[in-house]
């Protein structure tokens, strides 16, 4: 099981938790939201839970919990810029359907 970060998106978090002065990575999970069930949640990691998994690349920790690890397996984390938008975006093997936002996923 892995979860991985492509060279941009792995300098971008490395900026924002210098940026931000502390941290040991970046979280990502799921929680339960939109019309097609699950949404994607990241969020800066100060201290580690007992049933988080961690994966490093680029000297960049990707901290994902078991519960959400499941439906996240094989996800590349990207940076991406398009005209003047930017931000993450998730590949994920996993996923069946999305809503027609781009907001919500299942599987």
Do not use: H, W
Not at 12 to 37: A, D, M, P, Q, Y
Not at 43 to 54: C, I, K, S
Not at 80 to 88: H, S, T
């Amino acid at each position: 099981m892995a979860v991985t970060l492509s060279e941009s998106a792995a300098n971008r978090v490395r900026t924002f938790l210098e940026n931000r002065g502390k941290g040991i990575g970046l979280r990502l999970g799921i929680k339960t939201s939109g019309c097609s069930g699950l949404a994607y949640v990241l969020e800066f990691v100060d201290v580690l839970n007992e049933d988080d998994e961690v994966f490093e690349q680029d000297g960049v920790k990707v901290i994902v919990d078991r519960k959400s690890l499941v439906y996240l397996d094989g996800t590349q984390l990207d940076f991406v810029k398009e005209g003047l938008n930017e931000g993450f975006k998730f590949s994920n093997p996993n996923v069946k359907d999305e809503c027609g936002c781009g907001e919500s996923f299942n599987v």
